[in-house]
């Protein structure tokens, strides 16, 4: 199956490197299809979307050819005293939604379905497309489009994390301030915003194999998910590798797949 792919798609159009995004689509599509917008993890501190080629055409493959997706850049955390912290790398995924849920230019539009935005997220990428659903910023006016939202070894409840895995202090304390940790952890608003985000799927996936989050962030958030009201959340837990060798795993591919089509 040939896929095409345009790489270095500004959405904010400063021109740096963290407001880009790649874009994979079907060369031959047999219909107008949904996105999967793919937000990277990293501990909110590394990644590329360079890095994610294989899994964004490997969930084409899956499809058949009835996907498109963004694989999208985010301002990183690091210790200098200017750094990106929160709420600055969900601001960027918001705007990557924005300009591919309004602009009318970027290659592959035309053959998708823009009321059909799945986000796909990993560990902190998982954070990010959870937060962007369950707490909406009031004037991110595209909630209505994101119809899902699968989270692969999320980090779900940062408190939590810091209790069981003190040792990562290191990297929240780069991206958020202690204040933020509740606010900024989808376990905990949960509720907050059911009035609007109640039309959401969610699908929380957690290897349990994963070397660096426990499954325990991913019972817990569905759970939380479904007393909140949420009605259609799918808890998997299961061996599909490590943490970051799950993202290779064919049978993640299909499970995103089933989820969204």
Partial sequence: MKIQVHEDISYLFDNSQRHK??????????AIVPLVVYIHGGAWRTGDKSEFRQIAKGIINASQNRLVVAVINYELSTRSADSPRHPEHLNDAMAAVRFLVTDQSYPGRSIIDHGQVFLVGHSAGAHLSALMALAPHPHFAHLDNIKGVLGIAGIYNIPKLLRTNPEYCD?????FDTSQHDDASPHCVARKFHDKAGHVRFMVVNSCKDELVAPGQATDFAARLVTTGYTDVTLVVKDLGTHDGALLNQELWNMIVRFII
């Fill in 171 to 175: 990297f929240i304390d780069m991206a």
């Fill in 21 to 30: 995004l790649d874009i994979y689509f079907p060369q031959i599509s047999p």
